[in-house]
């Protein structure tokens, strides 16, 4: 088998060395004698995955024991539901940045709630092609919590640094979670679903400070309380068994293969420049979609040809010479190359020599 060079959004790549281990655990897991998809969420094996898995998470981030790390079936979408009713408050502002698709979902599920919803800035008049001033926003110190998108894998932009706030700040990392170095502290919940850049769909994982716990009212369904996710380990019900293994290879990966989070942020770097250098040095052949260059985002690369049928020759082109995935979201169309942890050097390097060549051929 040929693997092709794989910028889907999600679900998205996986690397190599993760892929053939829990591709040799499917027959039989360890000496269980049964596969990884077979084998109960109740066994000794599961808790050492499961266990191993929220080791790799805090070593990675640097985790105090003030962190749980929980896994939430259902993906980011099912964690903005439990958000806003574990922790939005009546008559207490729920405050949000809206800088795309994802900021929108989460508003929209703050809004089913009694609580205020504050959108404090929002980048839809500019069709969310940049950022705002960081150090500009204005947040309430009373607010229930403050929340951001950290990457926007449909607009294609990308926070450098996160506010500093006193309210509680929640952060949807879905599409850059253990990309880079964070200061986990400044943060009082963190989630993501998994299919983007950790490990298949099925699951996100939430990172909550114990702290927030405690302000979780009572009376929830129990599928609906992190609470009851921290008390029972993420194993209240049956937990989505084979995306938790690979996520752990993947951590596993990170931290064993690519030496950590240090270098897997020089990676993703070295991998963007690639496609961005094709895009910054084609004579306007190529237009990204961010137009301020500290915004635009190392996982997910925007961008379109200088006409609409280019683009459609481009993704043609690109499909025969074993490109996948090159398509702009259909919200917003032009072109998209996901560059996630687990997308190979080889292939970014591949697209960016194709792009600086198709450029010269049809400039």
Not at 13 to 24: D, F, G, R, T
Not at 153 to 175: E, W
Not at 233 to 239: K, L
């Amino acid at each position: 088998m040929t693997r092709k060079h794989n910028f889907y959004a999600g679900p998205a790549v996986l690397p190599v060395w993760a892929v053939e281990k829990a591709q040799s655990a499917l027959m039989e897991y360890m000496d269980s004698g049964v596969g990884i998809t077979e084998m109960s969420h109740r066994t000794t094996y599961f808790d050492d995955i499961l266990n191993g898995a929220i080791a790799s998470v805090k070593k990675l981030y640097k985790l105090s024991d003030d962190y749980h790390v929980l896994f939430v079936q259902g993906g980011a979408s099912m964690v903005m539901a439990i958000s806003a009713l574990n922790f939005c408050r009546e008559g207490k502002k729920s405050q949000f940045v809206d800088t795309g698709t994802w900021s929108r979902r989460a508003i929209l599920e703050s809004s089913r709630t009694s609580a205020v919803t504050d959108v404090i800035w929002s980048g839809k008049d500019v069709n969310y092609s940049h950022l705002p001033d960081i150090d500009s926003l204005q947040f309430d110190d009373d607010a229930s919590f403050v929340h951001i998108t950290s990457n926007n894998t449909i607009a294609g932009t990308q926070y450098k640094k996160f506010p500093s706030t006193k309210a509680p700040l929640f952060v949807d990392m879905s599409s850059d979670f253990f990309s880079r170095p964070v200061d986990a502290s400044q943060f009082s919940l963190i989630y993501g679903g998994l299919q983007k850049n950790l490990g298949p769909a099925g699951a996100a994982m939430v990172i909550v400070h114990k702290d927030m716990l405690e302000k979780i009212p009572q009376g929830l369904s129990e599928m609906l309380d992190l609470g009851v996710y921290a008390k029972k380990n993420s194993i209240y019900n049956t937990p989505p068994v084979f995306t938790i293994f690979v996520t752990h290879l993947v951590l596993r990966w990170i931290d064993e293969v690519i030496g950590g989070l240090e270098n897997m942020h020089n990676h993703n770097l070295k991998k963007a420049a690639y496609i961005y250098d094709a895009i910054d040095e084609s004579n306007g052949f190529y237009s990204g979609a961010v137009d301020v260059k500290d915004d635009r985002s190392l996982m997910n690369i925007t961008f379109k040809c200088k006409n609409e049928e280019l683009d459609k020759l481009f993704l043609k082109e690109t499909t025969a010479l074993g490109f996948m995935g090159l398509k702009g979201h259909r919200s917003v169309g032009g072109l998209r190359a996901s560059t996630y942890n687990s997308c190979p050097m080889e292939s970014a390097n591949a697209l960016g020599s194709f792009m600086t060549d198709f450029a010269k051929k049809h400039g």
